[in-house]
């Protein structure tokens, strides 16, 4: 381990440009982009000792700010299976960035050390950035510091942030050969690692579930609009968009018309545009073209998000973010997810900043489990991977879909013509606690049954993942079901079903108890008397372990029963079904089966979520108006506050209540009892040097005064800079 070259490079090139201290926030390190340079280095060291730790796979580094101003820059690390840099690495990250230039090699090496890297490893760092002026020369900083520690980059240029995502897992995928880096990117191949093979993944998929649509019943109108305006937030995704829509010819499928504004020939990034000018602000951004657009699409600086909205028939701007997105996306997969027949668990992840109107429309409409965890994206990914098919989406338009690798397999069996339910049937995921390096981490582990070659019933427990960020699962059994087959009527038919399963080979008590009698009988003829065990005594042995035996057997049953209620299991031959019905199941496998490859696993993708939101609206035949008809939005509002320091705020509770200063949230808690339908919270930006807060109530009005009355609040309590905020 030589770091001579880092010590070289510090010196004359990349010296520490603050006394602040920072942290590896939200989505990795950000600011102003003329300080960074520095910053960009050390993630460049990072980023080479975590490939190495990987075995040499590659991690990705991504220069960008995202929705932040274009003088802002900053960098997401991510890991080798293309999603946010693990947790645990994040604080080696917060170290490096605040050694004292003289310390950088000392705190390497006690990285080396902690996670005992093999230095000897080859290692790999492939690079982006977006279309930011700094760009360039902050990749360059980030190129000399692997390059500092003999490790090599691969430097794809400009490319959105979830393309990048789609790349390293790909390139890791294909690399394991048959060793999968996980179940998502099994069927991923090293064509796939490239921006034209990311192209081609989400078009094939694209077309092949647009060309199944149907055409409409009698008497039902296709409202589906065949054309959207997408503000590039004068990005690279209006870019990048533009690639992806030249691949957009179907033959069996009629692709919509994406018409690109904001495209940044003439405007600049992020200002007055952008998916985040237009949630936050709740307005269209500079340059919509009214004439003759129904519908709309804003992607942020990066591509990662995206917002849809439109304008009603008095010219009202309508927006539908992120929430509306995942309830069309989680009503689409319910309704496939019945009409497939499968017994698949479907999960919401939403942050605080979830409308409340969507957060209810979820539970009680849609009957999906609601779960709210902290802000930012790998809180929200960790938790969807709990159930078979994850849907997660900040309000803000960032989230994706995953699906388990038991989800893929059902399926796949389904297309195979294998209709019958696995004789696997995992439980909920059971969460252990255990105490693990830096806190408290959960194991998340299934335990299930299957049958053995002679058809014995045997438990198993599977883990699933380990060190999994805490993530509270609602426990209500009937949200958790998906399909509606009467619970009474399916234990009923299960438990008839399982007695017929071969598997319960307990030899009756009398019959074996009987044989051993005999046997001792011979045996009492054959040896005479004194060593002879009593009689008795041994058909008490035999009935104990009989008893113990059968009691297992009947818990194991119960479980299993318990396990059908809470995945609504269907038990049923291929023979009983019609042939109709294995029609509709196959139709039903294949969309989910499409659907699960427009979309991009690893992360939240603005160009992948609006494939995916534009297949079901026309496979529903649907308009953006009846969306956005699921539910009435609260009013809300958004601000920002700008303090001293803005981590005097701790918050607890998934960022819904504040911990700290003393008494802001008694404050918060008697402004939101006077008004209806109020709730609001305040929390540290971990992307910007702001607090933001969030209200909403039951009129627009009140939504403002409330936000309003907050914002002062945080001003006078948590040591306010500048000019206090309008109430
Ligand atoms: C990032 C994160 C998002 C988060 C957003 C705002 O998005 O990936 O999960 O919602 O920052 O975070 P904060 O409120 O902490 O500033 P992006 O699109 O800016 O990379």
New binding site residues.
Partial sequence: MNFNKVKDKIKNGYPKGTDRSLSY???GFRGPANNLDWVMFRMGLLGALRSKHQHGKAIGAMITA???PIDDNGI?LIDPNGEMLEVSWESAATDLVNAGDVDVVNVLKNIVAKFEIDFSIPAIVYLAQDTRPSSDMLSTAVRDGVEAVGASVKDFHLLT?PQLHHIVNAQNSALSNSEQVDAMSSSLTAADASEEGYYAKLSEAFLGLLALKGSSAEGVKDEYEAEIYVDGANGIGAMKLAGLRSRLIGLDAKPPIIRIFNDGKDGVLNENCGA?YVKVLQKPPKGTPINGAVKYAAF?G?A??VVYFYFDQAGAFRLLDGDKIATLISSFFADLVRESGLSLKIGIVQTAYANGASTRYIEQELKVPVVCVP???KHLHHCAKQYDIGIYF?A?G?GTVLFSSRADMLIQNILDGKFFSEPYLPLAPSQTEESHGHGRHRKNSHVGFKTDDKGDLLVEEVVVEKDQPECKVAESEDNMQVGDVPKDELALNTEAKVDRVEGFSIVPKDELALKHEAEKEEEDEAVPMPSVIPKDEVALKLERELDDAQKKRQSSLVHMVQSIHSHNVEFFDAEELTEKEKESRTLAAKKLQLASRVINQTVGDAMADLLLVEAVLSLRGMSIRQWDEFYQDLPSRQLKVKVADRNVIQTTDAERKCSTPNGLQQTIDSAVRRYQSGRAFV?P????DVV?VYAEADTQENADKLAGEVASSVFQMAGGVGQPPAR
């Fill in positions: 926030g939200t989505a995202s929705h932040n997401k942030t985040d942020d990066d990662d998000r802000t930012g994206v900040e803000n960032h929390r930006s971990g992307t910007e933001r």
